[in-house]
């Protein structure tokens, strides 16, 4: 099989494309090589059997890209929650047009088959209960409630505390910024693509994805990347709110195996379909036990909770992914004591632009 790697010279897509050569596959990787992303005099030589460099929103660059193939792997997308809402039409245009352009491409090549990179986001809070209303869905948390310390959502109905459980494909959607909307928008003209043109549509719903070669001091990298690049200049992670907020961190070689195996079962599918899939470990932990693990690993500072909040983060969302593992038989593999021991040690990325810790994203995609 010969796919397309859109964003293939990133660090989940190159991943995914050494994934795809190991497994006896072809890949084409599309990249706009982005200073933002890859800063530098060379940009780095992606790892497909064909480059070609270009914008996912240029036709002639993506039509190009397609010829000969028989499958999409969809990884290009701008990341992180930006830094103010005027940054929003930017996030539409790489992620949504980006998307929409992809897709008209692949309706007139005649290519049907198509692995979206989707995002937890897309979710809003997690799942909670009540112990007197069931499964509740608390709204944002409150300014007021944050600079007090208070960052544990209340049930809704009746004020009371509530425990975190795990979100499934089936849980109703809540993007609370324009990154998450874009991410749920990108699904959305999946599915439609799917239905008018006979296509069949996966998206891997990933959470916290870490590993080699993230990128470091960038305001697109995940928080493993912000405390990782913290350690190697020798200062502490810095932990907002309490450490308390529940994520699922899954290793970058898991998610590209399970790209692999979407991809390849899409291929035995006849009719036209769309399918989201949560893509975590189904081992959750606090940030401040993740950044703990970390500092520990690489021999650095402790971790320091600042009490810190930054308003749009929610507190706890992690992943039910059972339904991956029993539909296309994925398991992860890296367990998370061993994937950070390796994160710790491994190198991270030039950083892709001006440091901003104070925009560094939670969510995993």
Not at 135 to 141: C, D, F, N, Y
């Amino acid at each position: 099989m010969r796919v397309l790697v859109t964003g293939g010279a990133g660090f989940i897509g190159s991943h995914v494309v050494a994934a795809l050569t190991a497994a006896g596959h072809e890949s084409v990787v599309l990249d706009a090589l982005l200073p933002s992303a890859h800063p530098g005099p060379t940009p780095p030589a992606p790892p497909g059997d064909r480059t070609v460099v270009g914008d996912v929103r240029d036709r002639e660059a993506v039509a190009d890209a397609l010829a000969g193939v028989d499958a999409v792997c969809h990884q290009a997308a701008m990341v992180g929650l930006g830094k103010d809402f005027a940054d929003a039409p930017l996030y539409v245009g790489c992620n949504d047009l980006g998307t929409a352009v992809l897709l008209a491409e692949m309706a007139a090549a005649g290519v049907r088959d198509l692995v979206l990179a989707g995002s937890m986001v897309v979710y809003g809070e997690g799942r909670y209960t009540c112990p007197r209303h069931g499964a509740v869905r608390p709204g944002p948390r409150a300014e007021a409630d944050l600079r007090a310390g208070r960052f544990e959502p209340r049930c809704p109905d009746c004020g009371a505390e509530l425990t975190p459980g795990l979100v499934a494909e089936d849980a109703p959607v809540d993007p609370r910024n324009v990154y998450a909307s874009t991410k749920l928008a990108q699904e959305h003209l999946a599915a439609a693509w799917a239905r008018a043109a006979g296509g069949r549509a996966v998206s891997l719903r990933y959470h916290n994805v870490y590993g080699p070669g993230m990128p470091r001091d960038t305001p697109y990298a995940g928080v493993a990347s912000f405390f990782r690049s913290a350690l190697a200049r020798g200062e502490a992670p810095r932990v907002y709110e309490d450490g308390g907020q529940r994520r699922d961190f899954v290793h970058v070689r898991d998610v590209a195996a399970a790209n692999v195996l979407a991809l390849e079962a899409l291929r035995e599918r006849r009719d036209s379909s769309f399918a989201a899939y949560n893509t975590g470990s189904g081992e959750p932990h606090t940030i401040g036990e993740m950044a703990g693990a970390l500092a520990a690993a690489h021999g650095g500072p402790d971790p320091v909770v600042t009490g810190e909040y930054r308003l749009g983060d929610v507190r706890h969302v992690t992943a039910d992914s059972r339904a991956l593992r029993e539909e296309l038989g994925w398991r992860p593999r890296v367990p998370f004591a061993e994937g950070m021991r390796d994160f710790a040690a491994a190198a991270l990325r030039s950083p892709g632009g001006p440091r901003r810790e104070d925009a560094v994203t939670l969510s995993g995609a």
